[in-house]
Nanobody
Framework: EVQLVESGGGLVQAGGSLRLSCAASGFTFDDYAIGWFRQAPGKEREGVSC????????YYADSVKGRFTISSDNAKNTVYLQMNSLKAEDTAVYYCAAARRVVDGYNAAEYDYWGQGTQVTVSS
């Protein structure tokens, strides 16, 4: 059974930090790119970052560049999103997703499997 399970969300004040985790199981982790997306109410799902074994970090969204860091621990089949200097506009449900093939990693349609999401709320 394919599973992607996010954890680490919560409520944090502006300027604070959170680390999200995405634990993967049921597929060959190294054969997939793992992306982070976020979606706020009334807005399109937005690509945040993506990482793969072959290509490393594929991209960061301009809105998070310099503040967020994606990383992976292949031994644990886990991808992390370290979020620093959080802003109110970072408030969203954050999802991790796995893609067997990616063109650029930005597009949600590229991804085959999705986690359930974890809420991040940043208070100002």
């Amino acid at each position: 059974e394919v599973q992607l399970v996010e954890s680490g969300g919560g409520l944090v004040q502006a300027g604070g930090s959170l680390r999200l985790s995405c634990a993967a199981s049921g597929f060959t982790f190294d054969d997939y790119a793992i992306g982070w997306f976020r979606q706020a109410p009334g807005k399109e799902r937005e690509g945040v970052s993506c990482i793969s074994t072959r290509f490393g970090v594929l991209y960061y969204a301009d809105s998070v560049k310099g503040r967020f860091t994606i990383s992976s621990d292949n031994a644990k089949n886990t991808v992390y999103l370290q979020m620093n200097s959080l802003k109110a506009e970072d408030t969203a449900v954050y999802y991790c997703a796995a893609a067997r093939r990616v063109v650029d990693g930005y597009n949600a349609a590229e991804y085959d499997y999705w986690g359930q999401g974890t809420q991040v709320t940043v208070s100002s």
